[in-house]
């Protein structure tokens, strides 16, 4: 199957090919939208309504890389003419990126589409070029299949063999993927133990590739007393629609809130009691992460000092209910068997860690790990800038996080141009992102070409720029048209 994929990227080399790809896949992916959806949710259990939402997001996804594959620029061309004024003197270099090959994704539990065989990743190799083998996620096998069937049948409808796509199933399958020599890269997303083997597997193979994994995030919000004063109801009720949005199994679900001691925080833990308290209870993704989350409860509640206004747990044989817990900040400053509170729990359920001081919340913050997102609620004095410790919380949440909110929760990825979905460690496992338009650029290598006739040059490099690409000579961007 790898050797199959790496014998056909040849027929990806035309862009004006891949982008027809990708606007075929996403319209045959809206075709067979009935059938996905009942499949998903037949094993997924997310619903009708956050699956039909998630299948649009996919197929504008896949949209939207066909438009940044027709424009080019991400091909980043450069074009340096020999300068013998320079010191030392410029040879004629032109530079641009190639695909890297094979990509092998392994799909995440709780996004059976749009984090899956037809997902981000999958969408934004096949732009850069690259064949794509898919190690399908166990919890939605019949839901991978019928994606693959889609976008295979995309592939033929515009002339590129079916190989370009393709799915293997089983953990056995997955393990050997990230060993294999014709693979050249892997995007995963999932948890840190597992996307941790990957990682050490893909870096210890004789060819060592680039991994970029998702792992996990606890995804911090710092609430200042003065927001809290200000609106602490409307906070409450944001961070419980934001924690149980999906049963709490958003990997930017916002699972740690460092909020003020006294009246002001009260009355937003009351907000919050009110929300959550009103949320049914759900069914997680599979029974193993069900487990895990009552467990991870239990462990939690047992510790000094931690209380659960509202206890989350085992709400049926099938179901969880959500909940919130509460401790004192300088619990988590001094360490020890606290730190569980500082670690990922999968499911409906945040940490809210009552503070006594702006260096109670430093001193914590400096103890967190990498995360996806870090939030900042503010007053509106605060926001103006007409208080200095605003601007102190964004520079100690920016080192943590590759996306920082200011009055928002962070649930809900938009696909855009500037997105950034990715952070600094256990996050990923790269600086890239794996949403927005710059996700291609992982499975891109710049080459450059020096002092070469120009019959030799790739029609990218030429001067007279017969593909009409975006591009920048001697440092400077070309006008075009």
């Known amino acids: 199957m790898v050797r199959a994929a790496h014998a056909a990227r040849g027929s990806l080399a035309d862009r004006a090919v891949r982008a027809a790809l990708l606007r075929t896949a996403a319209d045959l992916l809206d075709e067979a939208r009935d059938q996905l959806v009942e499949a998903a949710d037949a094993e997924t259990a997310l619903g009708p309504a956050r699956l039909t939402g998630e299948l649009a997001r996919t197929t504008y996804q896949l949209r939207s890389f066909a438009t940044i594959v027709d424009e080019g620029a991400f091909l980043d061309v450069r074009i340096d003419h020999a300068d013998a004024t320079q010191t030392p003197p410029w040879p004629d270099l032109r530079r641009y990126k190639l695909p890297l090959g094979v990509v092998a994704v392994y799909a995440a539990s709780n996004f059976p589409l749009a984090f899956s065989v037809p997902g981000g990743d999958t969408a934004s190799a096949l732009a850069a070029g690259c064949p794509v083998i898919v190690k399908a996620h166990p919890d939605h096998p019949a839901t991978s299949e019928v994606a693959a069937s889609a976008l295979r049948r995309a592939a033929e409808r515009v002339g590129v063999p079916a190989d370009v796509i393709a799915v293997v199933h089983g953990f056995d399958a997955g393990l050997e993927l990230v060993k294999h020599p014709l693979i050249a890269a892997a995007g995963f997303t999932g948890s840190v133990r597992g996307g941790r083997a990957l990682h050490d597997a893909a870096a210890s193979r004789p060819v060592p590739i680039p991994f970029h994994g998702e792992l996990g995030s606890l995804n911090p919000v710092v609430v200042t007393e003065a927001a809290a004063s200000e609106r602490g109801d409307q906070i409450g009720a944001g ?179 500037a997105q950034h979905h990715g952070g600094p460690y256990p996050a990923t496992t790269s600086t890239s992102t794996s949403v927005g338009g710059t996700a291609v650029e992982r499975w891109l290598r710049p080459v450059a070409y020096q002092d070469t006739p120009a019959a030799l040059l790739p029609p990218e490099l030429r001067d007279e720029n017969p593909l009409e690409l975006p591009r920048r000579i001697n440092g400077v961007r070309e006008q075009r048209g």
């Open 239 to 417: 961070l419980a629609g934001s924690m149980t949005l999906g049963v709490g199994q958003f990997c930017t679900k916002p699972g740690f809130v460092l909020a003020p001691a006294g009246p002001a925080g009260d009355g937003l833990l009351k907000s919050l009691t009110d929300a959550v308290s009103n949320t049914d209870a759900g069914v997680l993704l599979d029974h193993r992460m069900r487990d895990n989350f009552v467990a991870g409860i239990k462990e939690r509640v047992e510790l000094a000092d931690v209380e659960a206004p509202v206890t989350p747990g085992s709400g049926g044989e099938h179901t969880v209910s959500a909940g919130f817990l509460t401790v004192p900040a300088r619990r988590l400053v001094e360490g020890g068997p606290h730190d569980v509170l500082l670690e990922e729990c999968f499911g409906p359920v945040t940490v809210v860690a009552r503070y006594e001081s702006d260096d109670e919340i430093s001193a914590v913050l400096g103890r967190l790990p990498g995360n996806l997102t870090a939030t900042v609620h503010l007053s509106a004095a605060e926001g103006e800038g007409t208080e200095g410790r605003a601007g102190e919380l964004i520079a100690e949440l920016t080192p943590l996080a590759g996306r920082v909110l200011v009055n928002g929760w962070p649930t809900g990825v938009a696909v855009a141009p």
